[in-house]
């Protein structure tokens, strides 16, 4: 069996690895450590949960150490870009870790906090800076940050950081990072997009895929439940009540959707908190740790969430709402069975979602298997060969709730409400409960009439 010190790791660095608590090496951390260690350029594809942070940190750690040098003022040697700022922060965390006994200083910054006190803190230089691309844009602007001592370049989460409009950021604060450098890019799926990106950031990288691409968790039983959106809330309540002692995620479309549904489930008696755009970061770190510690048992949330919260404990992943990109499902599920566990994920999804369910199985490649939902509106969107999902143990409960994702991860990052457009036919901010409408139905039009009467 392989274990880290074979890996290529000094002595230093595989004892922080074992105060941490890691003894075996994941696919991801066997295959990129030895590769980062010996200079080359990474594309690794591996799906959420499969320890991606050591797989770049601990060989970008042995390598500061083997060259220590004090970094420049407003400098860092190594530039770490994440999309949210939970995972950003999740990463500053996991890192600190393994630094503990080091000289090394890391530093991050996000959206949401003072910026003021962020350029006092990077005045003397870091080692390691982890960032979202919004927030050091603005100060690099400010020139409250110089990339040109730069030469370690960590892209995590690259997919989402396209899904969310990162791109034009990513090529800005790339022409001001050396040319010479190690560039390490993660990502759980592959778009054509991340290829195209992959060939402009990335020089003669090593492809290290240790799942296919679009590949779910392996240890995440799936199941759906065809049902209306005003019925979606009580199908959650009951989920939940089945089961009041674990964690469970649930992932709503808007900010305005997350926050009804958390306040109508403290209200029926739940633990339970919200995590999305419109929340301070004093109120989204406050919210994880209480989620993260048990106080709380149940987190609604956006997609701004979705790759910002690594909680072994986390059992179930609600769908309340679908997402509306199929990568976005990827990532919502991988919040459960992590560390090896297992979970569960559990789909709400409604007559006028179905497409976006079959978006997600074209993708995954594996039909959902189909919990309940005998509506007669749903027509095709149920597959006549679809048995229960019994899930893990045999459990036959189904459980479901799942948003979409934030439009807008630079307005998320600065911590400044969203002000894009709609696409064509959404709803404004759609809250729990409230059915989408189409606009073709001349029978709702009349409904819509009438009540406006």
Not at 398 to 416: F, L, M, T, Y
Request: hydrophobic residues 35%; glycine residues 10%; positive net charge.
């Amino acid at each position: 069996m392989t274990d880290f010190s074979t890996l290529g790791l000094s002595d230093r660095i595989l004892q922080s690895v074992a105060a941490s608590g890691y003894d075996t090496p994941t696919p991801i951390q066997k295959a990129a450590i030895p590769a980062v260690l010996e200079g080359h350029d990474i594309m690794g594809l591996a799906q959420t949960g499969t320890g991606k942070t050591a797989a770049f940190g601990l060989p970008l750690i042995e390598k500061l150490l083997a060259n220590p040098q004090r970094p420049y003022p407003k400098s860092c040697r190594v530039l770490i870009l994440a999309p949210t700022r939970e995972l950003a922060n999740q990463i500053t965390t996991s890192l600190r870790g393994f630094m503990k006994k080091t000289p090394l200083k890391i530093a991050t910054v996000v959206g949401g906090q003072s910026i003021n006190v962020q350029i006092r803190d990077l005045g003397q230089g870091k080692d390691i800076l982890v960032a979202t691309p919004g927030r050091l844009l603005d100060l690099m602007e400010r020139r409250a940050v110089i990339l040109a001592q730069t030469h370690f370049l960590v892209l995590d989460e690259a997919d989402q950081m396209l899904d969310l409009g990162f791109i034009h950021s990513l090529r800005k604060i790339a022409k001001a990072i050396p040319a010479e450098r190690q560039t390490l890019l993660f990502s759980a799926t592959m778009p054509k997009e991340i290829a195209d990106l992959s060939r402009t950031f990335l020089k003669d990288p090593v492809r290290i895929e240790v799942s296919p691409p679009g590949k779910a968790a392996d240890k995440v039983a799936q199941s759906v439940h065809f049902i209306g959106q005003r019925a979606k809330a009580d199908l959650l309540k009951k989920c939940l009540g089945e089961r009041p002692g674990d964690l469970s995620l649930v992932f709503a479309r808007t900010k305005h959707g997350a926050e009804k549904l958390m306040h109508h489930l403290v209200a029926s008696g739940f633990s339970a908190a919200s995590i999305h755009g419109n929340k301070s970061q004093g109120q989204r770190d406050r919210a994880i740790r209480d989620f993260r510690s048990g106080a709380t048992r149940v987190l609604v949330a956006t997609d701004v969430a979705a790759r910002g919260i690594d909680i072994p404990g986390v059992s179930h992943v609600y769908n309340f709402d679908m997402p509306q990109v199929a990568e976005s499902y990827v990532h919502r599920i991988g919040r459960t069975a992590r560390a090896g566990a297992e979970g569960l994920a559990v789909s709400f999804c409604s007559p006028e979602e179905t497409k976006m369910l079959r978006d997600i199985e074209r993708l995954t490649n594996v039909p959902i298997e189909v919990a309940s939902g005998e509506h007669p509106g749903f027509g095709h969107g149920v597959r006549k060969d679809a048995k229960p999902n019994r899930g893990p143990r045999g459990n036959r409960n189904g459980q479901g709730g799942k948003p979409r994702e934030e439009r807008s991860a630079d307005n998320e990052n600065r911590g400044r409400p969203n002000r894009g457009k709609r696409p064509q036919g959404q709803q404004a901010e759609q809250g729990a409960g409230t059915p989408s409408r189409p606009a073709s139905r001349p029978s709702w039009r009349r409904n819509r009439k009438s009540r406006a009467a």
